[in-house]
């Protein structure tokens, strides 16, 4: 993906209130807020159409992103997206601060590969995502735009668990580091419906 995503321009917002809201999306600018490390908040103002081709792309909800304001660089994570109920626009955006030195706590993607080719899937089982995204800790440094499950070794009616990935180096799982008991699920293969008493059948009849 090209870097030009990862890259906006913004203002700093001087009117605020909801009216002043209203006026920047109707002239198809989007609100938003800086905050987090030891500044305080910042409002911006960002281009809509410029957001809107950023956030088609995955890696923009979970990519270390810099801010241009007024000619200021700044680094973050997008934390929070409020868009309109029905049409296709984005109405605010909530970003934290990045310091290099202290610890990301945020969700990333979850891929899954090589669900097509895996042996379990050829013999007649389907697959099952137990989550979606994966809360972690890292440095800014360690942050992954996505992590990926390979699935290519699980077997029929087996389950893997997040004690089961290779997390990328300094990557941490929030919810293992709770310990045994939040070992949650990630991936199952279930075996076909009904494929079990199947087999019992034939052979009982053999």
Same mark, same amino acid.
């Given at each position: 993906?090209?870097?030009?995503?990862?890259?906006?321009?913004?203002?700093?917002?001087?009117?605020?209130?909801?009216?002043?809201?209203?006026?920047?999306?109707?002239?198809?600018?989007?609100p938003?807020?800086?905050?987090?490390?030891?500044?305080?908040?910042?409002?911006?103002?960002?281009?809509?159409?410029?957001?809107?081709?950023?956030?088609?792309?995955?890696?923009f909800?979970?990519?270390?992103?810099?801010?241009?304001?007024?000619?200021? &660089?700044?680094?973050?994570?997008?934390?929070?997206?409020?868009?309109?109920?029905?049409?296709?626009?984005?109405?605010?955006?909530?970003?934290?601060?990045?310091d290099?030195?202290?610890?990301?706590?945020?969700?990333?993607?979850?891929?899954?590969?090589?669900?097509?080719?895996? &042996?379990?899937?050829?013999?007649?089982?389907?697959?099952?995502?137990?989550?979606?995204?994966?809360?972690?800790?890292?440095?800014?440094?360690?942050?992954?735009?996505?992590?990926?499950?390979?699935?290519?070794?699980l077997?029929?009616?087996?389950?893997?668990?997040?004690?089961?990935?290779?997390l990328?180096?300094?990557?941490?799982?929030?919810?293992? &580091?709770?310990?045994?008991?939040?070992?949650?699920?990630?991936?199952?293969?279930? &075996?076909?419906?009904?494929?079990?008493?199947?087999?019992?059948?034939?052979?009982?009849?053999?």
């Amino acid at each position: 993906m090209s870097e030009a995503i990862y890259t906006l321009d913004a203002q700093v917002r001087t009117d605020k209130g909801k009216g002043a809201s209203r006026r920047l999306r109707h002239n198809e600018q989007v609100p938003a807020i800086i905050y987090g490390g030891e500044k305080e908040p910042v409002s911006i103002v960002l281009d809509h159409n410029k957001v809107i081709r950023a956030q088609e792309n995955e890696g923009f909800y979970s990519h270390l992103l810099t801010l241009n304001v007024d000619g200021d &660089a700044v680094e973050v994570i997008l934390k929070d997206v409020q868009r309109h109920p029905f049409k296709p626009k984005v109405l605010h955006l909530d970003f934290q601060r990045v310091d290099a030195t202290h610890k990301l706590h945020t969700k990333v993607p979850v891929h899954f590969i090589n669900e097509e080719t895996a &042996a379990a899937v050829k013999s007649g089982g389907t697959v099952a995502h137990h989550i979606n995204e994966l809360e972690i800790t890292c440095l800014p440094a360690h942050l992954p735009e996505f992590i990926e499950v390979d699935v290519a070794d699980l077997e029929l009616g087996h389950t893997l668990h997040l004690s089961d990935m290779n997390l990328p180096e300094g990557v941490v799982s929030v919810e293992l &580091a709770k310990g045994e008991g939040h070992d949650q699920a990630v991936v199952t293969i279930n &075996a076909p419906k009904g494929g079990s008493s199947e087999e019992e059948a034939e052979e009982a009849a053999e």
